[in-house]
């Protein structure tokens, strides 16, 4: 049962993986790129690295969420309602990746990886955490909520009207009756 999750959920971060490049809007975008790191992250916590798998979800939800944030806060409206395409030059994009990934899989396949020397720690999760994170790890903790406030205080404060204002509840209403002239078009 273990194995049939792990590999359901390598599907799953592959496959949303590829709809960031395949979906037609930012926000879909970023939250297919936020479904593939959960995936990722369960999986590492599946295979015994609980603080990298949490680490990894948090962060990136984090991430995602102000990305989302931020695309709010500059287009001024759902970026889902904005179509647009996420890729660029094709053909020399896909060259570029496919020659990436063939460099990067010989170099892990050819490399003369060493052989380990000494024994494991004893808590390695704890190990990885101080490796990683040392005496800061206090400071992060509460830089993070205190910088995502910031930032959602940030939009509250300039941009004090939002979607509704122009499009109506609804959204539908076409073109917006904007009470305040100056908007995209106008």
Not at 6 to 16: H, I, K, T, Y
Not at 132 to 137: E, F, H, Q, R, S
């Amino acid at each position: 049962m273990i194995d049939i999750l792990f590999w359901a959920l390598a599907v799953v971060s592959v496959a949303s993986g590829v709809a960031v490049f395949v979906v037609d809007s930012m926000a879909r975008a970023t939250y297919a790129l936020a479904v593939s790191f959960i995936a990722v992250g369960i999986m590492l916590v599946m295979v015994g690295l609980e603080y990298i798998g949490i680490i990894t979800i948090l962060m990136m939800v984090m991430e995602m969420a102000i990305m989302a944030v931020y695309m709010v806060m500059f287009m001024g409206m759902n970026p889902a309602l904005m179509p647009m395409d996420m890729t660029h030059n094709k053909r020399w994009s896909a060259v570029l990746a496919m020659g990436t990934f063939v460099l990067l899989a010989a170099g892990a396949l050819l490399i003369p990886w060493p052989a380990r020397v000494g024994a494991p720690a004893v808590d390695l999760v704890a190990s990885l955490g101080e490796a990683i994170m040392g005496p800061k790890m206090l400071a992060m903790l509460t830089i993070s909520p205190v910088l995502f406030a910031t930032i959602i205080a940030g939009l509250v404060i300039v941009n004090p009207r939002g979607r509704y204002d122009r499009w109506g509840d609804d959204l539908k209403h076409r073109p917006p009756n904007d009470p305040l002239r100056g908007g995209l078009g106008q």
